[in-house]
């Protein structure tokens, strides 16, 4: 097998007349890809689409730069916005469908000849022993059997590991802004899971085979090695986007210290806490496009 | 261990003055669990939360039942509609988000004190030498190392395997009926995936280590094996649901057949393909429903 590489990308399909990217709703047949998406620079990426819309709402407003509507065309899969050069994007929940997501994100920004994206994961998740509106700037990633920097894929029936790297340029400017902003900040190592209960060791699932004692347990190895949050997707993330050749970073607000409790309440609070980490990601945006002398702001 | 059972459910959370499903945004606080819900006997889930919108609306209009809106509170994790005892909820792209969904439907319907629920996975998927169009009623699933019946978990670091066993009735009831409608179908086993693209095999994705030839082979030792579609949900549907000890079957629609193709094309026909299972699956349920002589229709 040759080594892996986004430049490799699919020459098969590439002999095609048109080019799908199907979970987007985009295809050349209905897009100018390099019209309309050549001057993107980031792509900002959490779970959720209200809260990827909300933040292009944000974005718009404090860079002054119209913000498009969805652009994901004939689908409920994804949402889409475009402010300036940055791409705001939902990518549900768990590894798989951010893995779709990447891939036809990937081939978005081939098409469009885009060069040095930046990706930022701009998310929510639990905190080992660190407290509720606590943002943690990914130092590293750690998968489901606690190896470091790694990603398992399964192809062809056989399991290949991928290196899961984040760029540590980008992780050390966003908590130096985050230091600057006040905002209360840490870094450490990302717990990826594919399971929200059991996985993580919560007590409140539809199932529970273990104990409080247990949990603890887990969490305090997790401590351990370094482990500062838990959530569903980091060790994807950085594995695809390292292959891609593109640079990657993690910021999550923690919305619950899993050493006190289990289930995240419905809680006014949560508003202002999912803030934070758009609060230090769109300044980071900001000075990176006034120290480029970009014309857009 | 003790072995688990939804019977040992969360001993610990049912301690506390009220139980929160956050990615329904339900809990005791704002819902009557009971009075709500306690007519339920039938789960319907597919991925899109369109598909699922339209299916409660086109069952609503069949049965002559009100469906509910969209009983999802202060959440864009899932939609939830009710059409009398029937629930149609979607569940994303993946096992990590339907385990997510499904911790909680247990909940849910624990809560409601409900008794000898149905789940069918009303899906769509990749057909492995099946023309599309043609709707596969699971016999059994495998999983991504190619094992039959198993589902793979991660728990305090270590893999635990499950058991994922569809009930073997409602599938037979399922064919029937589709046999009865003249529709194109189909038994056989599911294959389930965490990757749409490498893990599937496809040659359009953005990353491609191998070829055609490779693809081929694959394929052809999935028809050996008795594999006739591929998704991304089903060990995980089977296993939850067995575990829960709730019944389980799986009817999807194929979009492409892959010995052919690996994009899925924008085509109008999908939307008729997409009703095939509605067709198989609302006819079941109309028919269960007038056997035990409800009072609903």
Redesign the interface.
């Known amino acids: 097998?040759?080594a892996?590489?986004?430049n490799?990308?699919?020459?098969?399909?590439s002999a095609?007349p048109d080019?799908?990217l199907?979970?987007l709703?985009l295809?050349t047949l209905n897009t100018d890809f390099q019209a309309q998406f050549n001057d993107v620079k980031f792509v900002c990426t959490g779970?959720?689409?209200?809260r990827m819309s909300e933040y292009a709402k944000l974005f718009s407003a404090l860079a002054n730069v119209p913000s498009s509507g969805n652009l994901c065309n004939?689908t409920?899969?994804f949402v889409m916005y475009k402010t300036g050069p940055v791409l705001w994007v939902n990518h549900?929940?768990?590894?798989?469908?951010l893995?779709?997501l990447?891939?036809?994100l990937?081939?978005l920004l081939?098409l469009a000849c885009c060069t040095d994206v930046q990706f930022i994961r701009v998310g929510t998740c639990g905190g080992v022993d660190v407290k509720p509106g606590t943002v943690i700037i990914s130092e590293g990633v750690v998968n489901?059997?606690?190896e470091k920097n790694k990603f398992v894929?399964?192809?062809?029936?056989k399991?290949v590991k991928r290196d899961a790297l984040l760029d540590a340029q980008m992780g050390n400017d966003l908590f130096s802004i985050a230091v600057g902003l006040n905002l209360p900040a840490e870094r450490g190592l990302t717990l990826s899971?594919?399971?929200?209960?059991?996985?993580q060791?919560r007590?409140?699932?539809?199932?529970?085979?273990?104990?409080?004692e247990?949990k603890l347990a887990?969490l305090g190895?997790l401590i351990q090695i370094g482990v500062k949050n838990i959530e569903?997707e980091s060790t994807c993330f950085a594995a695809m986007i390292h292959?891609?050749k593109y640079s990657a970073a993690i910021c999550c607000v923690v919305l619950v210290n899993r050493m006190e409790m289990?289930?995240?309440?419905?809680r006014e609070f949560h508003a202002e806490f999912e803030k934070r980490p758009f609060e230090i990601v769109s300044r980071y945006i900001l000075n990176k496009i006034s120290s480029s002398n970009s014309d857009f702001v």
Chains 1, 2 share one sequence.
């Open positions: 097998m040759p892996s590489s986004i490799d990308f699919h020459p098969i399909a095609q080019d799908y199907p979970h709703g295809s779970g959720s689409s209200g004939r409920d899969r549900g929940i768990g590894m798989p469908s893995s779709i990447l891939c036809e990937f081939k081939r489901a059997a606690l894929q399964w192809i062809q029936g399991q899971t594919d399971d929200f209960y059991e996985g060791m007590l409140d699932g539809a199932f529970c085979d273990y104990g409080n247990e887990f190895h569903m292959r891609a289990d289930t995240l309440m419905l």
